[in-house]
């Protein structure tokens, strides 16, 4: 059992470029999140979904895509990177629907730098 | 204005000491409190969560909400250098749109020496 999984770990970009972060879940769980976590700001919520097929806005969605096609998958997409896209992206995943507080499961994170 | 403040620190304390961690918000519908650790260079992980106004305790853990004065602290007894990580607050609604999303503090770096 994995638990919550990204792929790359660490990555560099230079600006206009495209990338595409996988985050992989083997616990069966209905939503997952993507985060970005930078120095003082905490972690902010870019996108999330309630299930497969579907997805939703965050915080800060603005310059990402997301896709979740499958349920064990979630993937962010950056069409035309930025620096100010630098930063360490997290995934995340939870089970239960209709317990809000149900804990969210985080992956090791992606470090992004873009020059 | 952020919804949820939290220092920042870094704090750093004695092995042994007793740690008070604090977050203060500003938005009454958040009903269900949250605090997660993060270890330098990984996700963070759940430590403790609290829905009503009180204490909660879990071995050397301790959560207190006030929801009058919208301020939740954490509190560690007995530090030891292992608790050395980032502490972050995390609050969330009851329902609606923001259902299941969490609204993160700073986070808080605490240092535990021997």
């Known amino acids: 059992n994995a638990g919550v999984t990204q792929t790359p770990k660490f990555r560099v970009l230079k600006t206009g470029q495209s990338m595409t972060l996988l985050c992989a879940q083997d616990?069966?769980?209905?939503?997952m999140y993507w985060y970005r976590q930078d120095p003082g700001m905490g972690l902010r919520l870019i996108h999330y979904s309630v299930g497969e097929g579907t997805t939703a806005k965050g915080e800060v969605p603005d310059g990402y895509n997301v896709s979740r096609l499958k349920k064990q998958n979630f993937l962010l997409g950056l069409e035309s990177a930025a620096p100010s896209q630098t930063s360490v992206y997290f995934c995340?995943?939870?089970?239960?629907?209709?317990?809000?507080?149900?804990?969210?499961?985080f992956g090791p994170g992606t470090r992004l730098t873009v020059l | 204005q952020k919804e949820v403040e939290q220092d920042p620190g870094p704090l750093s304390v004695p092995e042994g000491a007793i740690v008070s961690l604090n977050c203060t918000y500003s938005?009454?519908?958040?009903?269900?409190f949250m605090w997660y650790r993060q270890y330098s260079r990984k996700g963070p992980e759940l430590l403790m969560y609290?829905?009503?106004?009180g204490n909660k305790e879990d071995g050397r853990f301790t959560a207190q909400v006030d929801k009058s004065s919208k301020y939740i602290s954490l509190f560690i007894r007995d530090s030891q250098p292992s608790d050395s990580a980032t502490y972050l607050c995390a609050l969330t609604n009851a329902g609606g749109t923001s259902y299941g999303k969490l609204t993160f503090g700073q986070g808080t770096i605490l240092t535990v020496h021997p």
């Open positions: 995340a995943s939870s089970y239960i629907r209709g317990r809000v507080s149900d804990t969210q499961y």
């Open positions: 616990m069966n769980h209905e939503y």
């Open positions: 609290t829905y009503s106004s």
């Open positions: 938005n009454s519908a958040f009903q269900y």
